[in-house]
């Protein structure tokens, strides 16, 4: 199973982007799906995570309200859109899927699919 992002860029601050992960088998469907980050210089960190049907949402305190996880079955796709962007959301993003499902959506050793990341540069 590969993950492969897409949709990163340079903005300006309060801007918009959309980042994508595209799954490379129909299992997605079965996957507990996140997004996490990783600043230069920082530890890897939680920013959102969804259930297998979408049903489920959660976000790390900073993005709540600012960005909406989402995901497309039949598409094997899962989505971020970012808005309101800030200078402290520069970072590569990552997708990570659990074959063996989530207790705790933030921890990262919870998922044993990651893709190779996206880079996101929010200018000030």
């Known amino acids: 199973v590969q993950l492969v992002e897409s949709g990163g860029g340079l903005v300006q601050a309060g801007g918009s982007l959309t980042l994508s992960c595209i799954c490379s088998?129909?299992?997605?469907?079965?996957?507990?799906m996140g997004w996490f980050r990783q600043a230069p210089g920082k530890e890897r960190e939680f920013v959102a995570a969804?259930?297998?049907?979408?049903?489920?949402?959660e976000y790390e305190g900073s993005t709540r309200g600012r960005f909406t996880i989402s995901r497309d079955n039949t598409k094997r796709s899962l989505f971020l859109q970012m808005k309101d962007l800030k200078p402290d959301d520069t970072a590569k993003y990552y997708c990570?899927?659990?074959?063996?499902?989530?207790?705790?959506?933030?921890?990262?050793?919870?998922?044993?699919?990651w893709g190779q990341g996206t880079q996101v540069t929010v200018s000030s």
């Open positions: 969804i259930s297998t049907l979408g049903v489920d949402k």
């Open positions: 088998e129909d299992t997605f469907s079965r996957y507990p």
């Open positions: 990570a899927a659990s074959e063996r499902g989530v207790s705790n959506v933030a921890d990262q050793s919870q998922y044993n699919i």
